[in-house]
């Protein structure tokens, strides 16, 4: 709160008006007296952290409360799309990595179409390979084709070697593709 004070006598009137007063003016009466008055102003302003007592104080107040929600449900919505789009991206380059090491079994010329390998590729690069091949230098082929293949960072060999009376042009199968 601000008060102002400001005291005025009945001289400095009179001092004030006689400059500016006509010449029969400025000749005041012999038996003056001096009389003072004060007036007093006063303005009233808040401190910034007293609590609003307006309309237009709630207002805003409650306009201030909706947009610090709004920024935090963006917040909220940003973390939650960068956590969907590493989840995708992991997914993708995990179906790439996928569709390289089927390329690289499938287009071998040193593994045959009698081999039947089933692939699996995990998040972080780990392959599985299951299945039987006809031979064991066939399953450290295939073996060696997945480790050496750009993004796998684990290969884990479940290939069983065929015996010659189980294989047949019959049942042979050849390498699964990816799912898609």
């Given at each position: 709160m601000t008060r102002h004070h400001w005291t005025l006598s009945a001289l400095t009137l009179a001092a004030m008006t006689a400059q500016a007063a006509p010449a029969w003016a400025q000749?005041?009466?012999?038996?003056?007296?001096?009389?003072?008055?004060?007036?007093?102003?006063?303005?009233?302003?808040?401190p910034?952290?007293?609590?609003?007592t307006g309309t237009g104080e709630k207002v805003g107040?409650?306009?201030?409360?909706?947009?610090g929600a709004i920024k935090q449900g963006v917040r909220?919505?940003?973390?939650?799309?960068?956590?969907?789009?590493?989840?995708?991206?992991a997914s993708v380059h995990a179906m790439n990595v996928q569709a390289r090491?089927?390329?690289?079994?499938?287009?071998?010329?040193?593994?045959?179409?009698e081999?039947?390998?089933n692939l699996d590729v995990a998040r972080d690069g780990t392959v599985t390979l299951?299945?039987?091949?006809?031979?064991?230098?066939?399953?450290?082929?295939?073996?060696?084709l997945?480790?050496?293949?750009?993004?796998?960072?684990?290969?884990i060999d479940e290939l069983t070697l065929r015996t010659s009376a189980t294989t047949s042009p019959a049942t042979a199968r050849p390498v699964t593709p990816p799912a898609r």
């Open positions: 000749n005041p009466a012999p038996a003056q007296t001096t009389e003072t008055k004060t007036v007093t102003k006063t303005t009233t302003t808040q910034p952290d007293t609590p609003a107040n409650t306009v201030d409360r909706v947009t909220d919505t940003a973390e939650s799309v960068r956590e969907s789009f590493g989840k995708a991206r090491v089927y390329s690289r079994i499938h287009w071998d010329k040193t593994l045959t179409d081999q039947d390998i299951r299945g039987a091949v006809a031979d064991a230098n066939a399953k450290s082929r295939a073996t060696m997945a480790r050496e293949t750009v993004g796998v960072s684990r290969v």
